[in-house]
């Protein structure tokens, strides 16, 4: 963690603070594919990188539909029964952000233009990408540019893009090519190879794809409208993108068209005079379906663009600035005195909602819409990361992602099979809900996918309570996730012997952390199996008592007896919990305790990530995490460990946390703060809030990183607010940091609105909008009655500030419980001398 510090990491004479949007002053073309993924703009369904408009100068071109995807098969090199068969891999819709400029026919490239002003700004508060500048051709002439470009959020399938051009000082014959392009099948439209990610030896990158992907079924144009019509060739998916054109100007002009399989072109051609604007005009629409004939997609694409052309422009942008002013209303988080960590906060925010706003159907992918890295697949990241962000804020949007959950229970029922197992095992990656995980032991061994899915249920169903989607779909997840934890544990006596205790035992996963697999009782798993047991039995009794007739259509649906729920709750009560007393933690696993320590301190720093620069196995034979674990247990079944529990585990686990993993800063953030070390959380959050922004991680190239983006609400509202929500109460434990003046955010309360402020010894509650006429809470353990109209304050006071960090040094030379000793070391890679003697 030594490149995290509390210094702001971003260049801010490129990247002035503004609270509002994210600013670039200054083109540079060195870093295009960060800058692609920091400028992206979409809705959840539809994602366009921040690729220039004139097409040529990128990293990589992207335009992105959520679940479009085309299958492949997975090869391994030996077989194994269950193994996943099928690979997923987002495909490159067609582009339509190209508006070709060229003046005196001289293209504009903005890595040699000659410019004397430029800036570029994603406004948060508009959803519009906005660019500005003067460029002096090579003829001397000054040349006055404005474009913006906006995915809406109102309308899902529309996109809107307009291209202002001034001649400032001289006359010029001007020519703009706006353009439909299907960049997915390798060339551009002089047949030119496209740029493209380059997957490398990285696992996080995409596949990439052979042979023709985009079949083309229809093209046509007309009256200013250009349609592109392709099927997938294996995955069979449909797409049709639309554009309509418009120019305004007072200059004489002409229009010139052409249609292709893969290129749509509508080029106006101006006889440009000084001082006059000319505003070119391209609204698009995208149409995807798993089954719908394309030309039907054709039709639909003609709807939208009917429906933008008579809405107009105007107002099409305006309901982007309404639909933001109810998101950030409900959502926004303010951090008072830390103007450049709000604009941060803001940008992970708004980045978040591009994610999944209009997902509808469809999962939250691990980068999103701003790339095609892990292959546009979902995780568990969603779950655990994204939906508390959703459930307390736009608790519609959270159903939709749990419903796209719902629709999958199906394949997991068949994935359970194909393990010999009963119930329900949800995909560790998927798109179209079938495993796509080639590694097993990474992969489909995370059983805990089926607890994140029931513990993002529990907290949905509790924070909002809709007992419709209870009734109606949840309970099936429940119960079925609940199944595979009965039939995949086992019972045996602690001490071998017919007297001792009972325990329920789940041997063969793996956690969540990658750097540890298929291992006997890891911890998370085991707590989130346990809270998933006793969520699947507490709803059923809920449903008996006040939805009966509900609870006897689930038990018919379900096949579920009296008896099966009561071996839920027994099992629940006897799950194996891992506890080493001479150590005083919860081992991560097992046998975690019996392996060696890895040394991160003496590691060098050109061998991280581990994951690149080692083997698995040697990885695996260490104590050594990628991202939390126990800790990650610690925070979401908090109310099972005791606070000097916490401060053990996480004081253990923090310094063999290599951060390797987006996933792990904000986990670590939040128990630290919890914890008392409020510096090291501070530092933690900083990470997270800067990962993308000033790409600590090396790869935003390939997309945002979502679950980072999720997880900082979470560190935020959870970490220093002190929100935590077990068993349907809410309680709240600040720790606000010391150079923060105040932290206020909204949450929503079964449908009832709160804003909290929390300030140095003061948390202040106001109900604003809801039914209800108060809403229960407590504050560090004193109960709280928020009323309607009136501020209801309560004093916190922050516990023993803990100061540094946990070292290894604090570990090394403990005593197991076998009586050796835990020592510390760098695995050693032979050299070249080492081996020749094998060679001689």
Known sequence: ??????????????????????????????????????????????????????????????????????????????????????????INAPDAKIMRLYVDDEPLLLTVADLEHYERSLSFADGVLTRELIWRTPSGKRVHLRSRRMVSFAERHLAVMDYEITMLDSAAPIVVSCQLLNRQDGEDELHVRSAAMGAGTDPRRAAKLRGRILQPVSKWEGDGRSVLCYRVTESHMTLAVA??????????????????????????????????????????????????????LVDRCRRTLDRAKDTGVAEIFAQQRAWLDDFWERSDVEIGGQPALQQAVRWNLFQLIQASARAEGSGIAAKGVTGSGYDGHYFWDTEI????????????????????????????????????????????????????????????????????????????????????????????????????????????????????DNRFHIHGVTGPDEYTTVVNDNLFTNVMARANLRSAVRHLRWLAANLPEAYGQALERLDLTEDEISEFSRIAEAMHVPYDESIGIHPQDDAFLGR????????????????????????????????????????????????????????????????????????????????????????????????????????????????????????????????RD?????????????????????????????????????????????????????VQGRALVITRGTPTSAAWASGPELRGRPSLDDIEGSIREDGSVIRASVPDAPTRDDTDDYFD
Not at 75 to 88: I, N, R, S, W
Not at 246 to 252: K, L, N, R, Y
Not at 450 to 471: K, P, V
């Open 1 to 90: 963690m030594d490149q995290w510090t509390s210094v702001d990491p971003i260049d801010r004479g490129r990247f002035p603070v503004d609270p509002w949007s994210l600013r670039e002053t200054r083109y540079d073309a060195r870093d295009l594919g960060l800058t692609e993924t920091l400028f992206a703009v979409g809705n959840g369904y539809l994602g366009m990188r921040g690729n220039v408009e004139e097409g040529r100068d990128a990293y990589a071109h992207g335009t992105f539909i959520n679940g479009f995807h085309e299958v492949w098969p997975i090869h391994h090199a030996e077989e194994a029964y269950g193994f996943a068969k099928v690979g997923q891999t987002i």
């Open 385 to 500: 990361y994204v939906l508390p962000f959703l459930t307390y804020t736009s608790p519609g949007l959270a159903r939709n992602a749990l419903r796209f959950r719902y629709t999958m229970l199906d394949a997991a029922r068949r994935r359970a099979a194909d393990l010999n197992q009963r119930g329900a095992l949800f995909p560790w990656r998927t798109i179209n809900g079938e495993e796509a995980s080639a590694y097993y032991a990474a992969g489909t061994a995370q059983y805990h996918i089926d607890g994140d899915i029931a513990h993002a249920l529990t907290q949905y169903i509790a924070a909002s309570d809709d007992s419709l989607f209870l009734a109606r779909e949840a309970i099936d997840v429940l119960v079925e996730t609940a199944r595979l934890w009965a039939d995949l544990g086992f019972w045996r006596r602690t001490d071998g012997s017919a007297n001792g």
């Open 726 to 778: 077990y068993l349907s109460v809410w309680s709240f434990d600040p720790r606000l940091p010391a150079d923060w003046a105040s932290l206020r955010f909204p949450i929503t309360l079964q449908g009832n609105r709160m804003r909290v402020t929390v300030e140095p010894d003061t948390i202040t509650f106001n109900l604003e909008t809801g039914d209800a006429e108060s809403v229960p809470v407590t």
């Open 243 to 296: 554009a309509d054109h418009t120019i305004e100007t007072s200059d004489d002009n002409e229009v010139l068209t052409q249609i292709e399989d893969d290129v749509a072109k509508h080029v106006f051609r101006i006889r440009a005079t000084p001082g006059v604007t000319t505003r070119i005009t391209k609204t698009v629409s995208y149409h995807t379906s798993r089954g719908v004939p394309p030309l039907e």
């Open 596 to 723: 060696e320590l890895w040394d991160l301190a003496n590691t060098p720093a050109d061998k991280r990530p581990l994951l690149l620069h080692y083997h698995p196995l040697v990885i695996y034979r260490h104590q050594v995490l990628k991202q939390a674990d126990v800790v990650l247990a610690l925070y979401l079944q908090g109310d099972e460990f005791s606070p000097e529990e916490k401060r053990a585990d996480f004081e253990y686990y923090d310094p063999l946390t290599t951060g390797d993993s987006t996933l792990s800063a904000v986990v670590q953030s939040i128990i630290a703060a919890e914890v008392g070390y409020a510096d090291l959380a501070a530092k933690y959050f900083m990470a997270a809030a800067y990962v993308d922004l000033a790409d600590l991680h090396h790869n935003t190239d390939a997309g945002v990183h979502v679950a980072s983006l999720g997880g900082l609400w979470s560190a935020l509202v959870a970490g220093f607010g002190g929100l």
